[in-house]
Nanobody, 121 residues
């Protein structure tokens, strides 16, 4: 089986910072694109940032210049450094990764269970 486990969420004041981590584990042959999504109450899940296996990032306009996505391929881990946080960043943050399992031919998308980020004074 394959699992994605997020960590690093919490409560932070406006203007503060948090760093999220997501580690993939299990019978993994390879990992392609990885990314972070978020879902606020009453809203649809949206892409926050993504990163290719080669390290090329892309960001939602709302987080450009404030968030940085990175990955450590040796650790099967993706990170999201979030700076200058705003109340509107409050959401559950989910990790996503396209993974090919050992013994499989095709890759498929996997999701973590999410970690809560609350930005409030």
């Amino acid at each position: 089986q394959v699992q994605l486990v997020e960590s690093g969420g919490g409560l932070v004041q406006p203007g503060g910072s948090l760093r999220l981590s997501c580690a993939a584990s299990g019978r993994i042959l390879s990992i392609n694109d990885m990314g972070w999504y978020r879902q606020a109450p009453g809203k649809q899940r949206e892409l926050v940032a993504g990163i290719t296996s080669g390290g090329s990032p892309n960001y939602a306009d709302s987080v450009k210049g404030r968030f940085t996505i990175s990955r450590d391929n040796a650790k099967n881990t993706v990170y999201l450094q979030m700076n200058s946080l705003k109340p509107e960043d409050t959401a559950v943050y989910y990790c996503n990764a396209f993974i090919t399992k050992i013994g499989d031919i095709y890759r498929r998308g996997y999701w973590g269970r999410g970690t809560q980020v609350t930005v409030s004074s």
